[in-house]
């Protein structure tokens, strides 16, 4: 079974904060994704990595940035955090090949005081 | 316009009964579609997929996909207080696997 973990379940920042999200898998995908969650919006695509050093800006990529030098991690970065990036952030990976699905982690709920 | 439309529910049944899922989508390049279940604080997990237009049973559980008119179902039969979660609907936008998601549905099956 695929595992992907996310770092944190829960977590609190304070406004301006530096805020750092971490996501393993352990299948040796070589694409990965960063999603937030709010209510009536779904899942909406942040930042996108294809493999180790390269990414891709999703939908909504203002202010965050990514990091992957190491193909089974991928790390999201809130710059500097603000209360309207207050959500459920979700990590996924998938084997690059044919249809192969994407796979969750349990998300982390960040809350930005 | 959102590119995948869903009802957000809830849908309440009762224990045995048919659910009906449905979402609309806007973007005819969408070729495969997917079913992800999201039990309340856990991430999605995924239960089918379809590719282009046609229907696909896994047990309980009925896909169908009809292109012409951009309209997508989940159909679980017999359901169960367990099947009570949050059910997204997720073409497929590209060849890298990115999915676009509609806002879910959430399903309560009373006993």
């Known amino acids: 079974d695929v595992k992907v973990t996310q770092s944190s379940r829960y977590l609190v920042k304070r406004t301006g904060e530096k805020v750092f999200l971490e996501c393993v898998q352990d299948m040796d995908h070589e694409n990965m994704f960063w999603y937030r969650q709010d209510p009536g919006l779904g899942l909406r695509l942040i930042y996108f990595?294809?493999?180790?050093?390269?990414?891709e800006k999703g939908d909504i990529p203002e202010g965050y940035s990514v990091s992957r030098e190491k193909k089974e991690r991928f790390s999201l970065i809130l710059e500097s955090a603000s209360t309207n990036q207050t959500s459920m952030y979700l990590c996924a990976s998938r084997d690059e090949q044919g249809a192969q699905p994407q796979h969750f982690g349990d998300g982390t709920r960040l809350s930005i005081l | 316009q959102k590119e995948v439309e869903q009802d957000p529910g809830p849908l309440s049944v009762p224990e045995g009964a048919i659910v009906s899922l449905n979402c609309t989508y806007s973007?005819?390049?969408?070729?495969?579609f997917m079913w992800y279940r999201q039990y309340s604080r856990k991430g999605p997990e995924l239960l089918m997929y379809t590719y282009s237009s046609g229907n696909k049973e896994d047990g309980r559980f009925t896909a169908q996909v009809d292109k012409s008119s951009k309209y997508i179902s989940l159909f679980i039969r017999d359901s169960q207080p367990s099947d009570s979660a949050t059910y997204l609907c997720a073409p497929r936008k590209d060849s890298w696997g990115k999915l676009q998601f509609g806002a879910g549905t959430q399903v309560v099956v009373t006993p």
């Open positions: 973007n005819s390049a969408f070729q495969y």
């Open positions: 990595s294809y493999d180790v050093k390269m990414k």
